[in-house]
């Protein structure tokens, strides 16, 4: 079902279901003697789930060898490449004597639980309700303890989630690394450009932002989203990418942070794969994605009046 201003979602469903997508290449990137990445909680979050196709494919049962964009190690590449990245941002920033952390859509992110931050940080996590619930219940039955103050925030981000970001301690005054990871196609236009307005609002100068760009936008919609979908349907997953994301001209990230004060750093996702020692998978459908860019962003505080 295409989705709507006022729809709504679990971890089973719709723009949810694509967080336990990625918690489960989070998790196969972690299993066996010589893990890629360490996240413990990924696995039994992605059971708790309970989406069928999932669970099938941490268990063994979907074989994901007769396609290459599809194969274990091309997802764990994948995805062992985009959650180093964004680790080290948070241990960058937090060595840059950052305290405060906001994930934006944080899904099944397992970074308030699992990183090690300095003490005195507070890490506030923002999704739907019903997906800070249920994370916040399977990871405290699991017994897992948050390595920093964790105040989780449930508010669609449609909604005035600047003002219940601040209702729970967040500190305008005081620097912010942001991250809004595997997010941005999910927003209409319009909404993407507001949510960095209202991240640049709430940033102290110093605060510091993570996220990705496509430098062309459409990447994901028309047939691309058809290859897309086909490549769910053959994980088991039965979800249209096009009912998922927003078709429309929209902001290119890098320039619209450039021209509201942000000094960003750009890190091609090439060079992120050779950087972990992997090379770029020579695949039709990862062709469409070999000029993202991960994106790193330093507010500098008001140069002008332009934006105010």
Known sequence: MPRTQEDSWDL?????????????SRALAAQGPDPLIDDPFADPLVRAVGLA??????????????????NRRTRAEQITVRTR??????????????????????GLDTRAYRLRWPAGTVVYEIDQ?????????ALARLGAAPT????????????????????????????????AE?????LPPEAQDRLFDDITALSAPGSRLATEDIPDPGALTGEHAQRISERWRRLGFDLDAA??????????VVDYLADHDWQV??????????????????????????EMRYVSATWRGRTDDSHS
């Open 182 to 186: 595997g997010l941005l196609p999910y």
């Open 53 to 70: 196709p999932f669970v099938r494919i941490l268990d063994g049962e979907v074989s994901l060898d007769d396609h290459p964009a599809l």
């Open 265 to 290: 750093t750009l890190f091609p996702v090439r060079d992120l794969y050779q950087r972990n020692g992997f090379e770029f998978p020579d695949d039709e459908m990862m062709a469409e994605f070999a």
């Open 129 to 137: 309700p019903q997906v800070i619930d249920f994370k916040t219940s």
């Open 243 to 252: 009912d998922l994301f927003y078709p429309g001209e929209r902001s290119i």
């Open 85 to 106: 990245y964004f680790d080290d941002f948070f241990t960058g920033a937090t060595e840059a004597g950052i305290r405060q952390a906001v994930i934006l859509a944080s």
């Open 12 to 24: 089973a469903s719709s723009v949810g279901a694509t967080a336990t997508m990625v918690a489960t």
């Open 148 to 179: 920093a103050q964790r105040r989780a925030v449930g508010i669609d981000l449609r909604d005035d989630w600047p003002a219940a970001l601040r209702e729970s301690g967040f500190e305008v005054d005081q620097p912010t690394a942001w991250s």
